[in-house]
């Protein structure tokens, strides 16, 4: 993207991923960007969301930050290929201006440490949809210092698709007793239309262990459908830029009503991932 930037003010125009949430896993405060779901396991967010091309302008006040942004041709989530047939004129420039997306961001951090945001955000359905509706979203973040070892979060996200409002809610707290290891808890809720769920995550980092090693291990339960998804994974850093990933996903979930997995129910694998640093 190019990018031009004073003292007050930061524009960017090209490809771009805005990460907008405060907490983890299924990131729904992350509305600028679509998601890809060919892999819906992977929480990386490099991989988890799809960049487009926008513009995005920063404002920053002594009372905070206004951000907007501006997507003329927005892209539709990508699926699996056994259920992603093409859609007719995806990238066809007839739809420039009538598929486009926006939004407005105001943020501030407080004194008291206190780092919030409400956002408004017009945008294509960003689920599993294969002709997504145009919905809009509002929402708020907020994180949370409690001394030098607790951060509590949230994230808060409302939107009305049909005639009916619906809600998704995270809060979390983050525990870092020193700069190598954060645990971190959240409960999750979402709200629509005959549909009420209920879950829970944890979440642990080791970095630095032996000075080479890396540990992490993600834990997400759902309430009501016993819902089941755990991934461990372990790094090896090389000094000379090479790092070797092993990672187990185990997913228990239920397809008979509503639920948080039960499109990736039946997907347990183990992945090698090999990088190397320039």
Same mark, same amino acid.
């Not at 299924?26 to 600028?32: E, G, M, Q, T, V």
């Given at each position: 993207y190019l990018n031009a930037e004073n003292s007050s003010l930061r524009g960017r125009l090209g490809f771009q991923s805005l990460s907008w949430g405060e907490? &983890?896993?299924? &990131?729904? /405060? =992350?509305?600028?960007?679509?998601? =890809?779901?060919? =892999?819906? $396991? $992977?929480? =990386?967010? /490099? &991989?988890? @969301? @799809?960049s487009v091309f926008m513009a995005d302008l920063q404002w920053f006040g002594e009372l905070g930050t206004i951000e907007a942004f501006f997507t003329p041709l927005a892209r539709r989530s990508d699926f699996t290929p056994d259920t992603d047939p093409p859609v007719p004129g995806q990238r066809s420039l007839s739809r420039l201006g009538r598929d486009s997306e926006g939004g407005l961001r105001a943020s501030r951090l407080w004194s008291v440490g206190l780092d919030s945001s409400v956002f408004l955000v017009s945008h294509l359905d960003r689920g599993l949809a294969l002709n997504p509706s145009r919905q809009l979203s509002a929402g708020a973040t907020a994180s949370q210092a409690l001394g030098s070892e607790w951060v509590l979060r949230t994230d808060q996200v409302f939107r009305k698709p049909t005639s009916q409002l619906e809600w998704q809610g995270v809060v979390g707290v983050d525990w870092s007793p020193n700069p190598s290891f954060t645990l971190g808890g959240q409960i999750q809720h979402e709200e629509r239309p005959l549909v009420s769920l209920w879950g829970s995550s944890l979440r642990g980092i080791w970095k630095g262990l032996s000075d080479r090693w890396d540990l992490e291990a993600f834990v997400f339960s759902g309430w009501q459908e016993a819902d089941l998804w755990i991934q461990p994974r372990i790094t090896y850093n090389h000094p000379n830029g090479l790092s070797v990933s092993l990672r187990y996903d185990y997913v228990d979930a239920t397809r008979l009503g509503a639920s948080f997995l039960g499109t990736v129910t039946d997907q347990d694998r183990a992945m090698l991932w090999i990088g190397y640093r320039l």
């Open positions: 907490t &983890f896993g299924f &990131f729904i /405060a =992350d509305l600028p960007n679509p998601r =890809d779901w060919r =892999d819906p $396991l $992977l929480l =990386d967010l /490099a &991989f988890s @969301k @799809k």
